[in-house]
């Protein structure tokens, strides 16, 4: 059982594979937890068919035993960013050729009820406030990203549904479903624009020139100030040394440039069943219009109008 934070909020955000807890959204769960929010992380695989990133580790013995390695990076991850983490327990799909299936066995293969089932028993146990996870795309076409965004859509919706997974708990309605925003076009476009007009040399010149023609980007409907956790976010994942080359990619661009032009991390917000106090959480599940919101627990602190019984139930759609 998860010993609750007395009256606290209660975060989960749901990843496919450890370190992309680090990469995406990682700042954003460093301040809500140094903040007091009960932050858990929900891994769906074991990594163990991603690849060794960083040179000096690309060692047989590393890639031998690389399920237990990136065990041991997720757990050092954790924490640094001062968050709970679960696995789920499915094996890494890992990432097949246009004509190769997908390894038997694998997350990506699995019945999307049936993967489901585990998160919404840590659902009904947890009983989160707000839920993160990636958009249908599943940020980028890995089929473990496009599965978790299924998986954690389906237990969003399950774990409210008492006739569904009877066996796994009294039934608990998340408030918000949001999907993550990060490493975007405008992030990257932002950030080179920052760096050239400065001087600065600048690798995303390449990358941006080989975007791949995807669809518009959902619209920003949330923006958490977190800069001052870029630190955190970096050093967290830096745990993940397998997958990470110091000085390279991600971890090249000076955090200066980063704090002054985009201090934030962006959400969408999917799904509310919170009445807007102040017309910021009035965007709809379709990213209406609306004010941009600077919290996810907006319509969800003490004072914001709900009754406390509906707040500790996280019964919220009065």
Same mark, same amino acid.
């Given at each position: ?16 594979? *450890?370190? $992309? ?28 068919? /991603?690849?060794? #990133? ?7 013995? +590393?890639?031998? $035993? ?7 990076? =997720?757990?050092?991850?954790?924490? +640094? %960013? ?5 696995? #789920? ?7 097949? /050729? ?24 840590? @659902?009904?146990?947890?009983? *989160? ?5 990636? $958009? ?10 496009? =599965? ?20 796994? !708990? ?12 990060? %490493? ?15 001087? @600065? ?22 923006? +958490? ?11 967290? =994942? ?8 110091? !000085?390279?990619?991600? =971890? ?10 985009? *201090? ?23 990213? /209406? ?5 600077? $919290? ?23």
């Amino acid at each position: 059982m998860f010993t609750k934070h007395p009256g606290g909020l209660r975060l989960l955000t749901v990843h496919a594979h *450890p370190d $992309d807890e680090s990469s995406k959204g990682a700042a954003t769960l460093a301040r809500y937890a140094a903040e007091g929010v009960d932050v858990l992380v929900v891994t769906c695989t074991g990594g163990e068919r /991603g690849s060794v #990133l960083n040179p000096e580790l690309d060692r047989p013995e +590393i890639r031998a $035993d690389l399920a237990r390695v990136r065990s041991a990076e =997720m757990a050092a991850a954790r924490e +640094i %960013l001062g968050v709970r983490q679960e696995f #789920l327990g499915f094996v890494d799909s890992g990432m097949p /050729g246009a004509d190769e299936p997908l390894p038997e066995g694998c997350f990506a293969v699995q019945p999307v009820e049936v993967a489901a089932a585990p998160l919404v028993a840590l @659902i009904r146990e947890f009983r *989160p406030h707000v839920v993160i996870t990636y $958009d249908e795309t599943g940020g980028y076409p890995h089929p473990d990203h496009v =599965m978790t965004h299924k998986v954690a859509v389906e237990a969003f919706e399950a774990a409210a549904d008492p006739g569904r997974h009877p066996e796994s !708990g009294e039934p608990w309605q998340a408030a918000k479903l949001y999907y993550h925003l990060a %490493l975007s076009r405008a992030w990257f476009q932002t950030l080179h624009d920052a760096m050239t007009e400065r001087g @600065i040399p600048s690798e995303m010149g390449g990358l941006l020139a080989e975007w791949p023609d995807t669809p518009p980007a959902l619209a920003t409907t949330t923006r +958490i100030e977190c800069a001052e956790q870029f630190a955190v976010r970096d050093a967290a =994942m830096l745990a993940h040394a397998t997958q990470v080359q110091p !000085g390279v990619a991600f =971890m090249a661009h000076p955090r200066s440039v980063e704090r002054e032009v985009w *201090p934030t991390e962006e959400y969408h917000l999917a799904r509310t069943f919170v009445p807007s106090p102040d017309g910021a959480a009035g965007v709809d599940a379709a990213g /209406g219009a609306g004010a941009v919101e600077t $919290d996810l627990f907006v319509g969800l602190r003490a004072g914001a109008g709900l009754s406390q019984s509906s707040f500790d139930q996280g019964r919220l759609i009065s």
